[in-house]
């Protein structure tokens, strides 16, 4: 397999895992991150020292793994982007959550400058991404696909080729998100009315998630609930930005989404009472306060 210079921006629980999986493929691999921990993680496990954009000339490949499309955008076009400063046929893959139009217009820019974007949004989580799993809901040239494929085959265990028109990744990540963020806010809702009824946190586990009401996400998330343990692999905060663009998208085609709107509710009021930085699991919180329950401590 043809090894690659890489570039891997935003090093958070995903963004490191991509990065770590590359090193793992032999690709060669820089990284950048505001937090000197996830720096320190990254170089720990082989990761180049120097800031990427001092090496841009001979990236083959730009990883962005930030929060939104405002941080997308700084990593690409701000005062210190990366993308002037690419060799022409290098290729950005563009992770982040954000609106198709979005993405049309960073694929058109980043075109303008000699440079492939493939519209790749990410999911499967943490352990996923650490482990090189990843499901990758990709959209762009099939030149961009040529120019990313080594690295995107050390990174992912599914990759969906959702054709040449950039935006179809970020159209299909907010069909996901829709259904992932209302899935942990019904898993919160179902563990809490469980809760009422003398159901304890690790019983709805055992039973549920081998019955017809399970889903991925909460046979993942419920048992950091039962732990007590809210350390954030995936926060709160995500999933006000993530189902708001959904819902953006829903009114510029006149769609009604009664469902996204109310699981949307419940992760604003868990940011509103602080836990916007606590894993989404702590959306349960929110159930729990109004209905005066006790939530399993820390084991």
């Not at 009472?273 to 209905?291: C, H, I, R, W």
């Amino acid at each position: 397999m043809t090894k690659q210079n890489v570039a891997v921006i935003g090093l958070g629980s995903m963004g490191l895992g991509i990065a770590c999986s590359a090193l793992r493929g032999a690709h060669r691999v820089w990284g950048s991150d505001p937090d000197p921990a996830q720096m320190t993680k990254f170089q720990g496990d082989g990761g180049e020292n120097e800031p990427p954009i001092k090496v841009a000339d001979i990236l083959d490949v730009v990883v962005v793994v930030v929060l939104n499309a405002a941080q997308t955008e700084d990593v690409l076009f701000g005062a210190k982007g990366i993308v002037p400063a690419l060799k022409k046929g290098a290729v950005v893959v563009s992770c982040a959550t954000v609106p198709p139009a979005f993405a049309r217009d960073m694929g058109a820019r980043c075109m303008a400058l000699g440079v492939h974007y493939l519209d790749a949004p990410i999911s499967g989580g943490a352990k996923k991404s650490m482990n090189g799993q990843l499901s990758i809901m990709a959209a762009g040239s099939p030149d961009a696909f040529d120019a990313a494929r080594p690295l995107l085959s050390s990174v992912s265990e599914t990759l969906f080729d959702l054709g040449p028109e950039v935006g179809a990744g970020s159209a299909m990540k907010s069909v996901n998100q829709l259904l992932a963020g209302v899935h942990i806010a019904t898993m919160a809702e179902a563990m809490t009315f469980g809760l009422t009824q003398g159901v304890t946190a690790d019983k709805f586990i055992e039973v549920i998630s081998k019955c017809a009401g399970t889903s991925w996400m909460l046979e993942n998330r419920a048992p950091h609930v039962a732990a007590g343990d809210y350390t954030p692999h995936s926060s709160v905060n995500i999933w006000p930005k993530d189902l708001g663009i959904v819902l953006d998208i829903a009114e510029t085609v006149n769609f009604d989404a009664p469902i996204t709107t109310a699981a949307l509710a419940q992760f604003k009021a868990a940011a509103d009472m602080g836990l916007g930085f606590e894993d989404d699991a702590a959306v349960v919180k929110v159930y729990a306060e109004k209905s005066g329950l006790q939530l399993p401590k820390a084991k």
